[in-house]
Nanobody, 125 residues
């Protein structure tokens, strides 16, 4: 049974930083695409960043501020978030893609098969 558990969220002031972690268990995650999504207040869940065999991908709104990384030995996915502002507020979800296919879009929510429960990030001014 695949399980993803996010941690590291909290309340931070504008300009601050947070590091989120997603602990994965239940199977081997090496070689699988993993991503972070955010759901802001009253918004749909949106792509933030992904770590894939083809490299890392970021939403334009977070590029140069966020860094996605993985500890393959421990099966942990990280998201380092810097220069936070109010638009970064939301619930952050970790996701993993276990299906095999080609020519898919890693920014699409529907491409991922398992999701964590999310961790709340609130940026205050």
């Amino acid at each position: 049974q695949v399980q993803l558990v996010e941690s590291g969220g909290g309340l931070v002031q504008t300009g601050g930083s947070l590091r989120l972690a997603c602990a994965a268990s239940g199977r081997t995650f090496s070689g699988l695409d993993m991503g972070w999504f955010r759901q802001g207040p009253g918004e749909e869940r949106q792509f933030v960043a992904a770590s894939t065999n083809a490299g890392t991908f970021y939403s334009p709104s977070v590029r140069h501020r966020y860094t996605i990384s993985r500890d393959h030995a421990k099966d942990i996915l990280y998201l380092q978030m810097n220069s936070l502002n109010s638009e970064d507020t939301g619930v952050y979800y970790c996701a993993v893609r276990t299906r095999y296919s080609v020519n898919y879009d890693v920014t699409r929510e529907g491409e991922y098969d398992y999701w964590g429960q999310g961790t709340q990030v609130t940026v205050s001014s």
